[in-house]
């Protein structure tokens, strides 16, 4: 009998490829990807995007049909925001109050995705057909989610962040040393308060409900509003192209002076209208590393902090193991999300910092290699957990050495 192979074999194209094309859902003229089977049937905003991130590498029509199903969802009630959750079939009415969609939205990335879908495969009148619902979504942003005007937007939920449970949003909610149950029904909790009583992010702040500032939202949202101009520039737009940089810029800025907490040396979030800073530490607070955000001398206290608290084993643990919260294998609270490392690998990437990038992509392909598609993964032992067959598992492609064609900004 030959002795097992201790070498993780690799994850092939052909099988990202199968994944994909099992989770793919048709409806009407629309198709999207859910998920993952049974868990996860619904359309969701960021899965979307690092779906079409997927299905750029063999298949781009695909991609785009991503997006649009994506941008143009039925039953809308706010024809500005793209909704964090589009219930084809309907089945939505509920936890939202609609039948089709959610009240709520998830990290902006979608103009970038849509910036590097066009890099990949050049298609000027896709990025014309997508222009005008993309500015809608970010001046929704802009008018809804900024209510002080300091160039930091507000989630009202956590759902919004798309890290459900993290022990960010503990003091937010009231919870201390939560179990899981008791985090789930505090989001289902929040979501009927915010049903009845609306989702307007300035009367919030006035009665001091979750509001909260987030570091890797915000710095998604400063590399999003950058690739929006960069995508009216490709269109011609040279006035919005001006208009998005410098909100870009102002974001960037924000999140440089207002979101560095000296006493920590790290990024915070920002909580309430006091915004005073949440000082648990995740990797959340490496987004800025994006190109254009962290200055020189933050860089070099976010580098330190990846290397003390988020590389060993596997990387990237959601919370740091010198955390109390930290649980290597929870929902959020110390697993390793391949969502979160592909935002950190592209921000190392943006910055040329090619060694930490390598070893980040290498990791994170093992994670895949050895566990297969899963939801997330065990940061001590790297054991598949959560849903399995999850489609955004197939990023595993962007980490492989031939992957990445296009880098950061
Ligand atoms: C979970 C995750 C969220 C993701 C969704 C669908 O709710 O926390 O980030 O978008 O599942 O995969």
Same mark, same amino acid.
């Given at each position: 009998?030959?002795?097992?192979?201790?070498?993780?074999?690799?994850?092939?194209?052909?099988?990202?490829?199968?994944?994909?094309?099992?989770?793919? +859902?048709?409806?009407?003229?629309?198709?999207?990807?859910?998920?993952?089977?049974?868990?996860?049937?619904?359309?969701?905003?960021?899965?979307?995007?690092?779906?079409?991130?997927?299905?750029?590498?063999?298949?781009?029509?695909?991609?785009?049909?991503?997006?649009?199903?994506?941008? @143009?969802?039925?039953?809308?009630?706010?024809?500005?925001?793209?909704? @964090?959750?589009?219930?084809?079939?309907?089945?939505?009415?509920?936890?939202?109050?609609?039948? @089709?969609?959610?009240?709520?939205?998830?990290?902006?990335? +979608?103009?970038?995705? /849509?910036?590097?879908?066009?890099?990949?495969?050049?298609?000027?009148?896709?990025?014309?057909?997508?222009?005008?619902?993309?500015?809608?979504?970010?001046?929704?942003?802009?008018?809804?989610?900024?209510?002080?005007?300091?160039?930091?937007?507000?989630?009202?939920?956590?759902?919004?962040?798309?890290?459900?449970?993290?022990?960010?949003?503990?003091?937010?909610?009231?919870?201390?040393?939560?179990?899981?149950?008791?985090?789930?029904?505090?989001?289902?909790?929040?979501?009927?308060?915010?049903?009845?009583?609306?989702?307007?992010?300035?009367?919030?702040?006035?009665?001091?409900?979750?509001?909260?500032?987030?570091?890797?939202?915000?710095?998604?949202?400063? +590399?999003?509003?950058?690739?929006?101009?960069?995508?009216?520039?490709?269109?011609?737009?040279?006035?919005?192209?001006?208009?998005?940089?410098?909100?870009?810029?102002?974001?960037?800025? /924000?999140?440089?002076?207002?979101?560095?907490?000296?006493?920590?040396?790290?990024?915070?979030?920002?909580?309430?209208?006091?915004?005073?800073?949440?000082?648990?530490?995740?990797?959340?607070?490496?987004?800025?590393?994006?190109?254009?955000?962290?200055?020189?001398?933050?860089? *070099?206290?976010?580098?330190?902090?990846?290397?003390?608290?988020?590389? *060993?084993?596997?990387?990237?643990?959601?919370?740091?193991?010198?955390?109390?919260?930290?649980?290597?294998?929870?929902?959020?609270?110390?697993? +390793?999300?391949?969502?979160?490392?592909?935002?950190?690998?592209?921000?190392?990437?943006?910055?040329?910092?090619?060694?930490?990038?390598?070893?980040?992509?290498?990791?994170?392909?093992?994670?895949?290699?050895?566990?297969?598609?899963?939801?997330?993964?065990?940061?001590?032992?790297?054991?598949?957990?959560? /849903?399995?067959?999850?489609?955004?598992?197939?990023?595993?492609?962007?980490?492989?050495?031939?992957?990445?064609?296009?880098?950061?900004?």
């Amino acid at each position: 009998m030959s002795e097992p192979s201790l070498e993780p074999k690799s994850t092939t194209l052909a099988e990202v490829m199968s994944l994909m094309r099992r989770n793919q +859902v048709r409806s009407g003229d629309f198709t999207y990807t859910r998920p993952a089977p049974m868990t996860y049937e619904q359309q969701w905003l960021w899965d979307s995007c690092f779906h079409a991130l997927i299905y750029a590498h063999f298949d781009p029509n695909q991609a785009r049909q991503e997006l649009l199903s994506l941008l @143009h969802p039925p039953g809308f009630p706010d024809s500005r925001m793209i909704p @964090h959750m589009i219930y084809w079939t309907g089945g939505g009415l509920e936890l939202w109050g609609y039948d @089709h969609v959610s009240f709520l939205t998830q990290p902006p990335m +979608v103009a970038d995705t /849509a910036l590097r879908l066009h890099r990949r495969d050049p298609n000027v009148p896709f990025l014309r057909r997508i222009y005008s619902r993309l500015q809608q979504h970010y001046e929704w942003l802009n008018d809804a989610r900024d209510p002080d005007g300091d160039g930091l937007v507000s989630i009202i939920h956590p759902w919004e962040s798309g890290w459900d449970a993290s022990p960010r949003w503990d003091g937010a909610l009231n919870l201390i040393r939560p179990t899981p149950h008791e985090t789930k029904a505090a989001r289902l909790q929040l979501a009927k308060e915010l049903r009845e009583n609306g989702t307007d992010a300035r009367e919030i702040c006035e009665t001091d409900r979750f509001v909260i500032e987030p570091v890797d939202f915000n710095s998604i949202y400063a +590399v999003n509003l950058s690739a929006l101009a960069d995508i009216a520039g490709i269109l011609g737009r040279d006035q919005d192209a001006a208009i998005y940089k410098a909100r870009a810029v102002k974001t960037a800025e /924000a999140i440089r002076n207002r979101m560095w907490d000296p006493q920590t040396n790290r990024f915070c979030d920002l909580a309430g209208e006091g915004e005073k800073p949440i000082r648990v530490s995740t990797p959340a607070a490496l987004f800025p590393l994006f190109n254009g955000i962290a200055s020189d001398s933050q860089l *070099e206290h976010c580098l330190r902090q990846f290397h003390a608290e988020f590389s *060993e084993p596997f990387p990237v643990p959601t919370v740091s193991p010198r955390e109390a919260s930290y649980s290597p294998d929870q929902y959020w609270r110390g697993s +390793v999300w391949l969502s979160v490392n592909w935002f950190i690998h592209q921000a190392l990437l943006s910055r040329n910092l090619s060694s930490e990038a390598r070893m980040l992509a290498t990791k994170s392909r093992h994670l895949v290699d050895i566990g297969g598609f899963f939801e997330y993964y065990d940061s001590r032992t790297g054991d598949g957990l959560g /849903a399995a067959d999850q489609s955004w598992a197939g990023l595993v492609i962007e980490f492989g050495p031939s992957g990445n064609l296009v880098g950061g900004r």
